[in-house]
């Protein structure tokens, strides 16, 4: 029974291996920063998998920003900052949804960045998916939750019309008071104690830097990233 149940695990792995190895991160050939200014950073489980910044691609014309990965990522532009009360917002559009993988990725804006491109590094952002969800995260330095932790449907959220679509999205993160929210489309999908951000292994402050925000094996173009005070 032993053996018979190894040779079926064994099995299973083999199955499910290609499903997994389809979803690893697919680096770009002509990847870089072109955007003027502009710096990043990929997650810390892309680098242990051999990948580099210049696998995913941020370029940037007539004020469009293109972002296209590749490992997931993380971009700002050291000019960019924001202190006490703001909001930061930037409208995302991806041509083609879906066009690098086989299931919906995120994309967002971020902010709050700290010690950026460094091991200690610490931000959040939320992201849309062109399916109707959202997530909210943050790193400080390891990865934590803010949302739950798989993504959430607001009836707010732009859904593609099918694979291959355009979808468009306006994603925004505040900071007032005690609380950040993160609003989509100009709705508030997500609200948050700030007390239970910015605390020891998460968030430094929500002062610091802001920027844009892309999972693994996806493009989007990027318009209209702003802050205002509040």
């Avoid at 199955?15 to 950073?41: E, H, L, N, Y």
């Avoid at 041509?95 to 971020?110: A, F, K, S």
């Avoid at 104690?193 to 998460?202: F, I, Q, R, S, W």
Wanted: aromatic share 8%.
């Amino acid at each position: 029974m032993r053996f018979v149940f190894g040779s079926a695990l064994a099995a299973t792995l083999l199955i499910c291996s290609p499903a997994i190895a389809q979803d690893a991160a697919k680096p770009i050939a002509d990847g870089g920063v072109f955007a003027k200014g502009w710096q990043g950073k990929i997650d810390a489980n892309e680098e242990k998998a051999g990948m580099t910044l210049n696998n995913a691609r941020l370029s940037e014309k007539g004020g469009v920003l293109t972002g296209r990965t590749g490992p997931a990522v993380t971009y700002w532009n050291p000019a960019n900052k924001a202190a006490g009360n703001y909001t930061v917002k930037a409208t995302f559009e991806e041509r083609e949804y879906m066009g690098l993988n086989d299931h919906p990725h995120p994309y967002g804006v971020m902010i709050g960045g700290n010690d950026l491109g460094t091991e200690t590094q610490s931000f959040i952002y939320c992201a849309a998916y062109g399916n109707g969800t959202f997530i909210v995260r943050g790193m400080g330095p390891a990865p934590f939750q803010v949302s739950q932790r798989k993504p959430e449907p607001n009836a707010a959220i732009n859904k593609a019309a099918a694979k291959g679509s355009p979808v468009k999205q306006e994603i925004a993160l505040s900071v007032a008071g005690d609380k950040i929210t993160c609003s989509i489309n100009g709705t508030v999908v997500g609200s948050y104690d700030k007390a239970a951000v910015v605390a020891a292994g998460k968030l430094k402050s929500t002062d610091g830097i802001y920027g844009v925000r892309f999972a693994h094996n996806t493009e989007a173009t990027v318009t209209g990233l702003a802050m205002t005070k509040q």
